[in-house]
């Protein structure tokens, strides 16, 4: 049922909102390291694949295993933390804390973490040169360009030395140039780092920054190495 | 676009003579682009040498003969190798890829599978340009985005054409 090897797995997912399936028996595998491209038109689902797969909601029925352990039998409480210690996000509109500079929101994950302050920053500032926007560290999300933006959300997600990162249309809302170079950055950070990335996009172009792809129609995701 | 398979196709829902063959072929799929006689008469001599389908009857009246046409158990295997097998990405697939929907609705199988084997080749080529983009120089970087465009387009087709499958399904078997 679980792919040999696999950090992340789940099978034969169901959700049903109201009347209306959103997932109707989807399986999904990523390995360590691994970027995965889900893919799907609008509505088709893959969107709450991800938020399954990331323990954000319950799927009514199947199993979801990280890392040998069962979502499912984890308390709230413990997802949550695994979310924090474990999982990194990147949604399509950054969603950084427009209170605090790009370096804060970038050492948040670690902050949130107990790491001491200097420490945090620190290591968010490696992160912030590794994506090439280490020169608007003191500078507040609002003062910064969409692609800039997207870049921070990006070392955020990656400061906290997550297994997992979860992107949700990454660069849905980034022009072409703009959008090639955050996924470039981080499918390269990602893999040197050997974290898994879930990709959640429609676009071709990004899709294609990926290892493998599984495509998500009417709540059923077609993952080859499922197949197999 | 195959024609001997797109023929191939057409005789696996029973026996047909060229004639008939043509306008089914013309009717489906050759809207700019009739067959010729001389076209169809070529390729079933050219199925019949290679096994692929067999003389069910010769009819003979005032004119020439005609021949009646059955696809063999080879040729029926020899249709569903080629719906299975995706083509080379290039550009102006889309006469041959929408041959191959039509006729793996009219052939009862599965078009959907059609365009995802279709979809998972044009992937896997975006990924080495992508990949070849990334280790490039600038030249390098727009001769394949050049190339990655017009793939992505196709894939767009591709979606779009799998998003109309029950409207397409309708319309073919009506």
């Known amino acids: 049922m679980t792919p040999a090897g696999s950090l992340l797995a789940a099978h034969d997912l169901r959700k049903t909102y109201g009347s209306t399936p959103a997932l109707d028996g989807a399986s999904f595998s990523v390995h360590p390291g691994e970027v995965v491209a889900v893919m799907g038109p609008s509505g088709s689902g893959k969107s709450t694949l991800l938020h399954c797969l ?32 474990d999982f990194g996000f990147v949604f399509q509109f950054g969603q950084l804390v427009p209170e605090l500079t790009c370096v804060e929101n970038v050492a948040l994950p670690l902050r949130l973490n107990g790491t001491r302050r200097k420490d945090a920053e620190r290591t968010a500032r490696t992160w ?41 249309e990454p660069t849905g809302a980034l022009d072409s140039l703009n959008g090639e170079r955050v996924m470039q950055l981080l499918t390269e950070a990602a893999r040197s780092a050997n974290v898994a990335v879930v990709l959640v996009t429609h676009e071709a172009r990004v899709a294609a920054y990926s290892d493998r792809d599984v495509t998500v129609r009417d709540g059923r995701a077609r993952d080859l190495e499922h197949a197999a | ?41 070529s390729t079933m001599s050219r199925l019949l040498k290679n096994g692929l389908v067999e003389v069910d009857g010769v009819e003979s009246g005032g004119g020439p003969e005609r021949k009646r046409y059955a696809i063999t158990d080879a040729g029926i295997t020899d249709v569903a190798t080629w719906l299975a097998q995706p083509e080379k990405p290039e550009p102006y697939l889309q006469s041959t890829l929408y041959t191959k929907v039509v006729l793996a609705m009219l052939t009862g199988r599965n078009a959907g599978d059609v365009l995802d084997a279709q979809r998972s080749e044009h992937l896997r080529l975006m990924r080495i340009l992508t990949d070849r983009k990334r280790r490039g120089d600038l030249a390098d970087q727009l001769i394949c985005d050049h190339a990655l465009f017009h793939l992505e387009a196709d894939l767009r087709w591709l979606e779009l054409t799998a998003a109309r499958l029950g409207q397409l399904q309708k319309v073919v078997t009506a």
């Open chain 1, 54 to 85: 990331a323990g954000i909601i319950t799927p009514d029925s199947g199993t979801i295993t990280y890392d040998g352990r069962k979502l499912s039998a984890m308390s709230d409480a413990e997802r949550s933390a695994l979310r924090r210690s």
């Open chain 1, 128 to 168: 912030m040169e590794r994506l090439e926007v280490e020169d608007i560290a003191s500078k507040r999300p609002g003062e910064v360009s969409g692609g800039q933006g997207q870049r921070v959300a990006v070392a955020r997600a990656l400061a906290g030395s997550p297994k997992v990162i979860f992107a949700d």
């Open chain 2, 1 to 41: 676009m195959s024609i001997g398979h797109t023929l191939l196709g057409l005789l696996e829902s029973g026996p047909r003579h060229g004639y008939d063959l043509k306008r089914t072929f013309d009717e489906k799929f050759g809207h700019d682009r009739p067959l010729h006689y001389g076209q169809v008469y």
